[in-house]
């Protein structure tokens, strides 16, 4: 009988497709319902957690236990409103987004800046809230980086602010920051652009965090 090389997990504690028995049992063990399998292809795994079998899909699902997230912001005068917008990428092929705004006059004159920062700490603090080790923050502002690793010099409260919260979130889980051409087709990176102009007009403040499978889900065009 040919062993087990690929696990996959549909419900547990963290949710994909493992290479070990060991990672696929922490993550089940002890789990009230849990629904896993082991398998001997990867593709056979992937079908079992309805993975899309697209390539752009396949390169875009993190590994067990990271949260991918890409992060954007937006900003409209007329309405003196900043917003943020989040495309969550699972390690299942799930997808889900999260968008919200604000208006407070002292963060206005940071304009789409105040929303890519917000971006960013709504997902870190997501991926916590929803058991993730691990966060990769896929953004086209570099600030989103700089800022939160030192390279930049946060110079007004905002930016200190944001600065010291992703640092100190930082010692309790691995973030991780790419940089994406802006308005390059990149596609979730397009889609975190809309979902932040969406914010704009259809956001309500700024959304509680939640779990992800709270969220509205992206099911592809």
Same mark, same amino acid.
């Given at each position: 009988?040919?062993?087990?090389? %690929?696990?996959? =997990? !549909?419900?547990?504690?963290?949710?994909?497709? %493992?290479?070990?028995?060991?990672?696929? !049992?922490?993550?089940?063990?002890?789990?009230?319902?849990?629904?896993?399998?082991?398998? /001997? +292809?990867?593709?056979?795994?992937?079908?079992?957690?309805?993975?899309?079998?697209?390539?752009?899909?396949?390169?875009?699902?993190?590994? &067990?236990?990271?949260?991918?997230?890409?992060?954007?912001?937006?900003?409209? *005068? +007329?309405?003196?409103?900043?917003? %943020?917008?989040?495309?969550? @990428?699972? &390690?299942?092929? !799930?997808?889900?987004?999260?968008?919200?705004?604000?208006?407070?006059?002292?963060?206005?004159?940071?304009?789409?800046?105040?929303?890519?920062?917000?971006?960013?700490?709504?997902?870190?603090?997501?991926?916590?809230?929803?058991?993730?080790?691990? @966060?990769?923050?896929?953004?086209?502002?570099?600030?989103?980086?700089?800022?939160? /690793?030192?390279?930049?010099?946060?110079?007004?409260?905002?930016?200190?602010?944001?600065?010291?919260?992703?640092?100190?979130?930082?010692?309790?889980?691995? @973030?991780? %920051? /790419?940089?994406?051409?802006? *308005?390059?087709?990149? !596609?979730?990176?397009?889609?975190?652009?809309?979902?932040?102009?969406?914010?704009?007009?259809?956001?309500?403040?700024? &959304?509680? =965090?939640?779990?992800?499978?709270?969220?509205?889900?992206? =099911?592809?065009?």
């Amino acid at each position: 009988m040919a062993s087990k090389k %690929f696990y996959a =997990v !549909k419900k547990g504690k963290v949710t994909g497709l %493992f290479r070990t028995w060991d990672e696929c !049992k922490a993550s089940v063990d002890g789990y009230p319902g849990a629904e896993y399998k082991g398998f /001997t +292809s990867e593709q056979e795994a992937r079908e079992y957690l309805g993975m899309e079998s697209r390539k752009e899909d396949r390169e875009d699902l993190p590994r &067990p236990g990271c949260l991918l997230a890409y992060v954007d912001g937006s900003y409209e *005068h +007329s309405l003196k409103k900043y917003a %943020f917008g989040c495309v969550f @990428i699972l &390690p299942n092929g !799930k997808i889900y987004t999260q968008y919200g705004n604000g208006d407070n006059e002292k963060y206005l004159q940071h304009r789409n800046v105040m929303g890519e920062m917000l971006g960013a700490l709504y997902a870190t603090k997501a991926a916590m809230l929803n058991g993730y080790r691990e @966060i990769e923050i896929r953004y086209d502002y570099q600030g989103i980086e700089k800022w939160a /690793t030192g390279e930049w010099r946060a110079r007004n409260d905002e930016t200190i602010t944001y600065a010291g919260t992703m640092r100190e979130w930082g010692r309790m889980l691995k @973030i991780t %920051f /790419t940089k994406v051409a802006a *308005h390059t087709n990149v !596609k979730y990176n397009e889609l975190a652009d809309q979902t932040a102009k969406r914010g704009l007009t259809e956001g309500n403040g700024i &959304p509680k =965090v939640c779990k992800l499978e709270e969220m509205e889900e992206y =099911v592809g065009e």
